[in-house]
């Protein structure tokens, strides 16, 4: 190997990095590939969420960049069998309403905020490997990702997948206004400046609108065995 290799220790952890935009399936996919391979999962998503409902309850403003830098900072966020716990609460659901969605949406726009998830969702890359999902896995948390994929789909099938999702819970949903959420969050996603939802280079495109979840996960584990052929 060349001497000027960037390349990482091999005694890290595999990663395979799974970005996409909301509402896309990527969350499920991550899970099912994980389980399939013992792998760890992070729902990097979770994390801005749960950064969004603390900042509700302490009642910070989004222009109070330090103290929501602070809070995001000091996460007192734990995963366990499915659930997401916030100061040990469950917060697994109130995390997935639109509003949560909508308000994570806008955090992840400061840099400040972002800077302070990076050591905790980098602690989720542990043996025998993770699977991470969010929107800058490949791009900027886990550059060295063994595999990248950018996961899509539709915004129609996507809005129909969040609506399910969300009746599925007992939230209420009206496709129009999940259309228009939407669209307002990829554009948020894609347009901010710091660490936009992105296909990166050498990341593998994953079209999901006529997949079955499991053609999806299917295809990611065909990707990942392909590599140690
Ligand atoms: O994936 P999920 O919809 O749960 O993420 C909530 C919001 O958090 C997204 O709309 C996005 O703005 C932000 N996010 C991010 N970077 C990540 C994961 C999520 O900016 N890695």
């Known amino acids: 190997m060349n001497s000027n290799s960037s390349a990482p220790s091999i005694s890290l952890p595999p990663v395979i990095a799974i970005d996409g935009p909301t509402a896309s399936g990527k969350g499920?996919?991550?899970?099912?590939?994980?389980?399939?391979?013992g792998f760890h999962y992070l729902d990097s998503g979770a994390l801005y969420r749960l950064v969004a409902?603390?900042?509700?309850?302490?009642?910070?403003?989004?222009?109070?960049?330090?103290?929501?830098?602070?809070?995001?900072?000091?996460?007192?966020?734990?995963?366990?069998?499915?659930?997401?716990?916030?100061?040990?609460?469950?917060?697994?659901?109130?995390?997935?309403?639109e509003a949560i969605g909508l308000l994570a949406s806008?955090?992840?726009?400061?840099?400040?905020v972002r800077r302070s998830l990076i050591g905790l969702q980098r602690s989720f890359r542990q043996n025998p490997?993770?699977?991470?999902?969010?929107?800058?896995?490949a791009s900027v948390i886990f550059p060295d990702a063994s595999l990248k994929v950018f996961l899509t789909a539709?915004?129609?099938?996507?809005?129909?997948?969040?609506?399910?999702?969300?009746?599925?819970?007992?939230?209420s949903a009206n496709m129009t206004v999940l259309l228009q959420d939407l669209r307002d969050r990829d554009e948020r996603d894609m347009?901010?400046?710091?660490?936009?939802?992105?296909?990166v280079e050498g990341a593998l495109l994953l079209d999901t609108s006529q997949l079955t979840v499991d053609q999806a996960v299917q295809q990611v584990l065909n990707w990942y065995s392909a590599l140690s052929q």
């Open 154 to 171: 539709s915004t129609e099938a996507r809005a129909e997948r969040r609506y399910k999702q969300l009746i599925a819970k007992g939230f």
């Open 191 to 199: 347009s901010r400046q710091n660490a936009p939802l992105q296909q």
């Open 53 to 97: 409902l603390a900042s509700q309850q302490q009642k910070i403003q989004l222009d109070d960049v330090l103290s929501l830098a602070k809070l995001a900072a000091q996460l007192k966020a734990s995963f366990a069998n499915g659930r997401v716990y916030l100061n040990g609460e469950d917060v697994g659901d109130s995390i997935r309403s």
């Open 28 to 37: 499920t996919v991550a899970i099912e590939v994980a389980q399939a391979l």
């Open 106 to 112: 806008k955090l992840a726009v400061l840099a400040e």
């Open 129 to 137: 490997g993770l699977v991470a999902d969010g929107r800058d896995m």
